[in-house]
């Protein structure tokens, strides 16, 4: 597609969260999220407010603005080493989101969790999750069952990812 | 006449301060009742609200008379009923014209058309993931494509409406095919819906990612050449829906929409145009949520702001130029996937709180559009709706039946008040342009759809199906998921890579040479030579392309 070759065209992503200082192992983890949107449709009212809810309840939040490239998300996520992608979709973009997933697998982020939240027809529901997404947030669902998921999901993430650095503390 | 009351029913002393004693002892603790722009509404409305309260310069005037509050014209709905204009757009262009011309032969007299995502992103099917074409639009990549989608549809008596943002390439099309047809422009008639690039750049982005200068440059000239060349077409669309969905309030969505018209109309000044030609050809379109009130007092005061801003700031001395045209559509926002059925009443109260408003053209929502991209079953809902609200509801027996209620009179003089509260804020950051080049008011918005969603979280606004009256669901009733047919996209496909190879590629780069000389020179018109590039083959996603890298591309702003 064009906007991959366009400079620039993933916009810049705007990191917002901190993970507070002598946050020990020991501790939850302080999950650390991408809240983007893949293909071509541009509304961003439901990825505002997620990530806006995930800052809020003190989690690390890496947020981009629409049309990111499948292979500009992977770059994202790998360098910014993610725990948990949020894919909003309201548009049929969700359908290339198994797209997403092969690119990750493909990059070794297969543990990294996905969730799509927005417009996602029943049928399409159980594609995405035979492709491995982690599970899908439909409209009406309250920010702090999103929150809360992610919370709960990241322990399991960060023990499945654990790597020497990791254990150190220091990731980036 | 009914017999006078016998005065010994009647209650001593001031019947108002009687009221309030009962009203205090039988409410106990009242609650405070806030609407979704932020008024503070009261359980009472008298003759003691208004009009003595009201602002000076808001007379109501007759229908069709300045200041246009009870709506701009004089025969209203009575005379001529709502244009009803349903967003059509599917598949393959030979797709979209059965179904076009199914709804022309049952009776529509106006064409919609809404282009593929991949069109509103600037990009042709070649570039794109074949997955997304046509799910939620027609691919609509060239003239041909476009005189194929239009078969059978005379361009002459037809009014065409086109979801066609920067640089309009839709309608450089649909001129080519005009051309080649032999229809003289001078009888083309249409929209470019949500021509407005400041909306798009704000809220939700289905613009071309050309840098903000630049979109308001190929505005101006499509302004200009549409006045000039196709003097019945509508090359102006003021979008405050685009901010409402994105979570403004009414008053905030109004404010911002009034501001981008003022731009807008102030850079066609800066041109030299004049106001008279140019502000017949401004229309706007708008969301109407299910805040019943407050919608129809949204679009009462909104009249009544433009029709001073029209003649005061802008100098407009025809009448035609004051008056406030809009479209308007029920709010997906509003809708919900619980419950979905729940929405066909929902969608009836926006789309009669949009009527009672005094709009002109109405797109009524599917119920199913929190599930899917609507289906046909829902689409056909969405008609029947607007078909029951103009033909059974005797909605349209009498002009503006709110006006003069104590209420919505005050209401509209309140709204009126907030909404030219916000724009004094855009015009202190410099005015629409500024201010949204800067981020006031995407970060405005964000705020707003922010303290929404906390209302609808923490229960204090109830959405039936959502936070209250949950019920168990049969999902087997939800409608079917229409998606375009793969095989005729994939031939659609291969016929637009053939038709590339076997186009005369001298004159395609020509026409794109002449179009990125048009672009780094203000004498010329980039509009004009986007119609020369469409009829001498060149596709949509080269004109975009060509332009983009001439004027810069635009990016969304990370705000969170």
Known sequence: MSQAREPGAAGSPSVTGRRPKGAGMTEAPIPKVLVTKIGFDGHDRGSRIVAAALRDAGMEVIYTPPWQEIAAVVKLATEEDVDVIGISSLATDHLIVPKLMDALREAGLADTAVIVGGIVPDEDEQMLLDAGVARVFHPGSPLAAITEYVRDITPAIRARRATPTDIAGERR | ?560
Not at chain 2, 343 to 348: D, G, M, W
Request: proline share 5%; charged share 20%.
């Open chain 2, 1 to 560: 006449m009914n017999k006078p009351i016998d005065g010994a029913l009647l209650t001593p002393g001031d019947p108002h301060a009687l009221w309030q004693q009962e009203y205090a002892a039988q409410i106990g603790t009242d609650r405070a009742v806030v609407n979704r722009s932020g008024i503070p509404v009261k359980p009472l409305y008298t003759q003691s609200d208004w009009p003595a309260g009201a602002p000076a310069d808001t007379a109501l005037g007759m229908p069709g008379q300045p200041p246009y509050t009870r709506g701009i014209y004089a025969t209203m709905h009575r005379g001529r009923t709502w244009t009803q204009r349903q967003l059509t757009g599917l598949g393959t262009p030979e797709e979209y014209n059965a179904r076009l011309l199914d709804v022309l032969a049952q009776g529509a007299t106006a064409v919609s058309l809404i282009p593929c995502n991949s069109v509103f992103r600037g990009v042709d099917m070649d570039e794109s993931h074949i997955e997304l074409l046509g799910t939620c639009g027609t691919v609509v990549n060239t003239a041909a494509h476009m005189d194929r989608a239009l078969q059978g549809v005379d361009l002459a008596q037809t009014s065409c409406a086109m979801n066609d943002p920067s640089p309009f390439t839709l309608l450089a099309f649909m001129l080519a095919a005009a051309k080649k047809r032999g229809t003289d422009w001078r009888q083309v008639s249409g929209t470019s819906n949500q021509s407005d690039y400041l909306s798009h750049y704000v809220a939700n982005h289905m613009f071309f990612r050309i840098a903000l200068p630049g979109a308001r440059r190929i505005l101006g000239d499509h302004i200009e050449f549409c006045n000039r060349h196709v003097p019945k077409w509508n090359p102006m669309s003021v979008v405050g829906q685009h901010m409402q969905q994105a979570g403004a309030t009414p008053a905030e969505a109004m404010a911002f929409t009034l501001s981008s018209a003022i731009q807008n109309a102030e850079d066609c000044i800066a041109r030299g145009m004049d106001p008279d030609q140019f502000l017949p050809r401004f229309t706007f379109f708008f969301d109407i949520s299910i805040s019943f009130f407050e919608e129809v007092a949204k679009f009462r005061a909104a009249r009544r702001i433009w029709a001073r801003v029209t003649r005061e700031r802008l100098g407009a001395k025809d009448p035609r130029a004051w008056r406030f045209k809009f479209h308007a559509q029920t709010s997906g926002v509003d809708l919900t996937r619980q419950q979905p059925l729940n929405n066909i009443a929902r969608v009836t109260v926006q789309a009669m709180a949009g009527i009672l408003g005094g709009l002109q053209s109405l797109h009524t929502d599917a119920y199913d559009e929190a599930l899917s991209c609507p289906s046909e079953f829902g689409a056909r809902i969405a008609v029947a709706t607007q078909n029951i609200l103009r033909e059974e509801a005797h909605l349209t027996d009498v002009i503006d039946p709110l006006g003069g209620s104590f209420y919505v009179e005050t209401l509209t003089d309140q709204m009126q008040l907030e909404i030219e509260r916000v724009m004094a804020i855009v015009e202190d950051a410099g005015g629409m342009f500024k201010a949204v080049q800067g981020g006031l008011v995407q970060r405005m918005i964000g705020e707003s759809a922010r303290r929404f969603q906390s209302k609808v979280d923490s229960g204090e606004q109830t959405v039936v199906g959502v936070n209250a009256y949950p019920v168990e669901e049969d999902r087997s009733a939800r409608p079917i998921n229409a998606r375009p047919d793969r095989a005729a996209m994939q031939a659609h496909l291969d016929a637009f890579r053939a038709y590339k190879a076997a186009r005369s590629a001298a004159d395609v780069q020509r026409a794109l040479d002449q179009l990125a000389r048009a672009a780094g020179d203000t004498r010329d018109n980039i509009f004009g030579r986007v119609v020369e590039a469409a009829e001498a083959g060149c596709t949509h996603g080269e004109i975009c392309a060509t332009l983009r890298r001439e004027l810069g591309f635009g990016h969304v702003q990370a705000i969170v």
